[in-house]
T-cell receptor
Framework: KAGVTQTPRYLIKTRGQQVTLSCSPI?????VSWYQQTPGQGLQFLFE???????NKGNFPGRFSGRQFSNSRSEMNVSTLELGDSALYLC????????????FGSGTQLSVL | AQKITQTQPGMFVQEKEAVTLDCTYD???????LFWYKQPSSGEMIFLIY??????QNATEGRYSLNFQKARKSANLVISASQLGDSAMYFC????????????FGKGNQVVVIP
């Protein structure tokens, strides 16, 4: 069974641009969560999608948004990039998101110049 | 609000030795789950072990065991017989099932296994 796939692996953008990251969960998993990891703040929860609906949201500004498609694949979008958005963005999937382990992808390393 | 504390500095461990990584947590929920993940330099978070708040037995998964002390709100990870491939960051995480149900992570512990 294929694991969680995140694309692209690396991204370099400049301030003010927008970016879209993609996550393909493990087959059969319907819950997809996104996390931001930085050296200073550690791992922070962005949001969770289940069956195409945002079920949970962290404390990030509206520039961070996401969506989930009918095949459970998810995208995360960041508009008007800031230097502080440079981070490793990790996606995790699980069957239904409750009482179970999350399987993570290798992440997308975003650098904002 | 959830809070996970991992305060140990980076650790050097001799190969084949056991290592214990400390984790304390704070929650007012009665139903929650505790997780440990490993993150090697490649970046991927790898699930190691899970303990539910109502589980009476300490969880074990191969060389990993979780020393769960509910009254102390402690969930320490024990890695037995360390291997060179165990060198990584280790994160403790908690999920409150009747709270916000999001996985909250500690800051992590760096472990380097030396031959």
């Amino acid at each position: 069974k294929a694991g969680v796939t995140q694309t692209p692996r690396y991204l370099i953008k400049t301030r003010g641009q927008q970016v879209t990251l993609s996550c393909s969960p493990i087959s059969g998993h319907r819950s997809v969560s996104w996390y931001q990891q930085t050296p200073g703040q550690g791992l922070q929860f962005l949001f969770e999608y289940f069956s195409e609906t945002q079920r949970n949201k962290g404390n990030f500004p509206g520039r961070f948004s996401g969506r989930q498609f009918s095949n459970s694949r998810s995208e995360m979008n960041v508009s008007t990039l800031e230097l502080g958005d440079s981070a490793l963005y990790l996606c995790a999937s699980s069957l239904d998101g409750y009482n179970e382990k999350l399987f993570f992808g290798s992440g997308t390393q975003l650098s904002v110049l | 609000a959830q809070k996970i504390t991992q305060t140990q500095p980076g650790m050097f461990v001799q190969e084949k030795e056991a290592v214990t990584l400390d984790c304390t947590y704070d929650t007012s929920d009665q139903s929650y789950g505790l997780f440990w993940y490993k993150q090697p330099s490649s970046g991927e978070m790898i699930f190691l072990i899970y303990q539910g708040s109502y589980d009476e037995q300490n969880a074990t998964e191969g060389r990993y065991s979780l020393n769960f002390q509910k009254a102390r709100k402690s969930a320490n990870l024990v890695i037995s017989a360390s291997q060179l491939g165990d060198s990584a960051m280790y994160f403790c995480a908690m999920r409150e099932y009747y709270g916000n149900n999001r996985l909250a992570f500690g800051k992590g512990n760096q472990v380097v296994v030396i031959p």
